[in-house]
């Protein structure tokens, strides 16, 4: 008799035969580049249950670049497996031909000249378009954001997160988890979610006082869908307090919560529920040891890592769904629920080609309704690119080396550091460069730009703990999001040592001296968690120094020597 396993083993293995979890039937249409909307949307409907999924959009309502990474580290059990498999490999993987579509969807690859051929990607009004199609085509499908949505641009800034709500909600979402939200502070948080009409999910979510769950945010929400009773759990980002300023949200507290989990599951399964969905932005490797520990979750819709993946990742009986970031990408997941179980599924990961999808009119009016207060402010143009702008990657991205370039010089430091963060959109050479670009790439509520005196040794300790938070071979000690961003030093790390002896030969640059553990250096950075940060906000420092320079152009970056990868 075959198991369930194996009889998810043997859908996932359809599903990819048929199409619908793959990518490379658009390969043919490469050379024609005769992409259609009908054909980014081609699905063959399956059983009873249709979900929805975004996440990561970082309040980008308008189309964009955004280039996936070339680097993306994994250690431990993870090393070598998706999403952790980047460039030709992660084509191989997947049988995507250079130059198609999903080459530019998916990988890094001659990223410049293929946008140049295909254009930007996302949109809110595009995403509409592919949600209501999905909606035509299942009526009663649930759609489900994976959070990080109210945060990451100049209009979402100015608005206190205003103008992502008003959107998303024209596009009625069933329910949602959250993470950068809460740097939005937790009165303006409470006040949003009052007034949401749909849920607002976090099973993990606990009043710091009582540790007990936080009234505001119910831990699952139930629906009735094709005969199916289904239960949607919430899993906020369980590192709130160390990754973003505590300060902010005083009265929550976070963590992953794998026993209360359990007990969610078994209580939603003891309600009846057919089929359980767990809404994550735990990120892909702390969901994947998640679905080993906790049982009898059939799927984990998966954000925070922003990594895109045209297949789920089996872990048991659990699928788990990767939906990219930045609005790039919708998923689709049809599921046969009957006995009180998931029988199969089939998924497709729908990437957001704005020139080929057609804006919904609404959400375009909402969306233009939204930025007009600002459009001066965001269309003003500030400089030019002759190089590739692009954050993601575990070391360093040439946004960041411009960043810390600004610091450098606008702060008069030694040394610069700008946060491993993930979110950002990317430019292409010969763009302008606009106050929006430059918010899309700083925007947040605790933006300041310090400038300090720092030991050697106190750097090296910096260097330490962000390196553990991302190459701890336990997922759950992975607290992070990429490596903290070094201007004006370089550095060796090995991360297959352990904390405290992973970073070695740490250098000048400007001199080509060693660091000196005694000594101290001036460094400028941003995004310090601390309430009392003082100096300029860092889009005012980046624009000041784009404006002097007035065409940037960002060198190669090889100041960090990766051993053990």
Not at 190 to 213: K, M, R, S, T, Y
Request: proline share 5%; aromatic share 10%.
């Amino acid at each position: 008799m075959i198991s369930r396993r194996d009889f998810l083993q043997t859908s996932m293995a359809a599903s990819a035969i048929l199409g619908a979890s793959s990518f490379g039937n658009w390969a043919k249409l490469a050379a024609q580049q005769a992409l259609t909307q009908d054909q980014l949307l081609q699905f063959d409907t399956f059983g009873n249950v249709s979900l929805i999924h975004i996440t990561d959009i970082h309040a980008q309502l308008k189309p964009i670049y955004f280039r996936e990474p070339s680097i993306n580290i994994g250690v431990g059990d993870n090393k070598g497996a998706v999403p952790h498999v980047t460039g030709a490999e992660f084509r191989k993987l997947y049988g995507i031909d250079d130059g198609s579509p999903s080459h530019y969807a998916l990988s890094s690859g001659d990223f410049s000249a293929l946008a140049q051929a295909y254009g930007k990607v996302g949109g809110l009004d595009r995403m509409a378009t592919v949600i209501n199609a999905i909606r035509a085509d299942r009526p009663d499908a649930i759609l489900l954001d994976g959070g990080d949505t109210w945060h990451g641009s100049y209009t979402c800034y100015k608005t206190e997160g205003q103008d992502m709500v008003n959107v998303l909600n024209a596009m009625k979402p069933d329910a949602m988890t959250f993470h950068w939200e809460f740097t939005l502070g937790s009165d303006r948080v409470q006040e949003i979610v009052e007034d949401l009409p749909f849920a607002a999910l976090g099973q993990n979510i606990f009043d710091a006082e009582w540790d007990e769950p936080a009234e505001l945010f119910p831990p699952y929400k139930f629906f009735e869908r094709g005969g199916a009773k289904i239960a949607v759990i919430g899993q906020a980002f369980p590192y709130m307090p160390i990754a973003n300023p505590g300060w902010m949200f005083p009265e929550y507290s976070f963590g992953i919560r794998d026993e209360n989990m359990q007990a969610m599951v078994d209580e939603v399964r003891g309600q009846g529920a057919d089929l359980v969905i767990v809404l994550s932005h735990n990120g892909f490797d702390v969901d994947k040891k998640m679905a080993g520990i906790v049982s009898g979750i059939d799927v984990i819709l998966s954000g925070h890592t922003h990594d895109a993946l045209p297949e789920p990742v089996l872990v048991g009986e659990t699928i788990i769904v990767a939906s990219g970031s930045n609005g790039k990408f919708v998923s689709r997941v049809d599921l046969d629920v009957r006995d009180g179980r998931m029988m199969g599924f089939r998924h497709k990961l729908i990437p957001i080609f704005s020139d080929v999808i057609e804006p919904d009119k609404e959400v375009a009016a909402l969306i233009d309704e939204q930025r007009a207060p600002f459009k001066s402010e965001l269309e003003e143009v500030i400089g030019q690119t002759e190089s590739l702008l692009y954050r993601r990657g575990n070391f360093n991205g040439s946004w960041d080396d411009l960043i810390c370039e600004a610091l450098i010089e606008e702060r008069e430091a030694d040394i610069a550091m700008s946060p491993g963060v993930r979110w950002g959109p990317s430019l292409i050479p010969g763009q302008d460069i606009t106050r929006e670009d430059i918010f899309n790439v700083t925007s947040m509520t605790y933006g300041k730009a310090y400038r300090s005196e720092m030991t050697g040794e106190f750097i090296k300790v910096i260097l330490e703990d962000v390196a553990d938070n991302i190459f701890n071979p336990d997922p759950y000690y992975q607290q992070g999001g990429d490596m903290v961003r070094i201007g004006g030093m370089g550095y060796r790390i090995d991360i297959n040592q352990p904390q405290g002896s992973r970073i070695s030969d740490m250098t000048l640059l400007k001199t080509g001296e060693a660091i000196d553990p005694e000594k101290n250096y001036v460094v400028a950075g941003w995004a310090s968690v601390n309430e009392d940060t003082e100096g300029p906000q860092i889009w005012d420092v980046v624009e000041n120094h784009i404006r002097k320079q007035g065409t940037v152009r960002v060198a190669p970056n090889d100041s960090v020597k990766v051993i053990g990868a």
